[in-house]
């Protein structure tokens, strides 16, 4: 079901409650992602492709976000929001090369091979591998998608996407991301569903998932509508576990009032 709330939300931020105020909090930050033997690794790669962690020391099997930061995938840096500190959860803020360095597909790829990292690592940080949760803001949300909905992205690292604990992407692209579809000559009023498209790998078994978006009248270029079309195809899929949230009176930057629902949705997820 499509909500659209601010007082719900508003009820979050004055109810959610910390489980982690006797917690102590460690960050360790420019991890690589990528191995140093990876065949052609670049300096700009080695340098880019780096993740921070946030996670709370003396507790473990705590539920892991991986975030990643928007800029329309030119722009931006790694980071570990501070909405999302101080509430048990092991964060992981990830870096990614950027447009025009690279083809803006990169930066799927190497969204790609963080989730991976995290499976394969998370628990050196106290974090709990069978409960990963995706998600970002904007060109962020856009890639959590990618990397999720695109099953066969995680399989080149032996990780089945359907073991991602839930899907939260902010304001993402669910259609080819503007970017990419820029690369090609093809404005950003055209909409174009390819391979490069959330929208092109609608299933019925796809994680847990929330859609976030600013309000249909203040969003940028109909991003409201994309995930209110891609919310509809996967419930035809038959996707039972999906729900969209539209933040009345926010636009674009609608990140402060949708964290409480990401904490939430962990709640109920973890």
Known sequence: MIKRTLVYTLFLLVTSISFSQELSYKTVKNISYYPDETVGLTEYQR????????????????????????GGLTGGG???????????????????RLSPKVK????????????????????????DPDSIFVSGHSAGGYLALMAVMDKGRLAKYDIDANDVAGLVPFSGHTITHFTIRSERGIPGEQPIIDKFAPLYFV?????????????RELEMLGRFEENAYFYRMMKVAGQEHITQYEMQGYGHNMTHPAFPLLIKFIQEHK
């Open 203 to 215: 299933r019925n078994d796809a994680p847990p998932t929330l859609l976030i978006t600013g309000d």
């Open 47 to 70: 340098a880019q492709c780096r993740l921070d962690i946030y996670y709370p020391e003396g507790k473990k099997d705590v539920p892991v976000i991986v975030w990643f930061h928007g």
């Open 104 to 127: 803006a597909a990169t930066c799927i790829d190497d969204a790609t091979a963080a989730v991976a990292w995290a499976f394969k690592n998370i628990t050196d940080y106290n974090g």
């Open 78 to 96: 790694k980071e570990i929001p501070q909405a999302l500190k101080n509430e048990g959860y092991c964060i992981v803020g990830v870096g990614y």
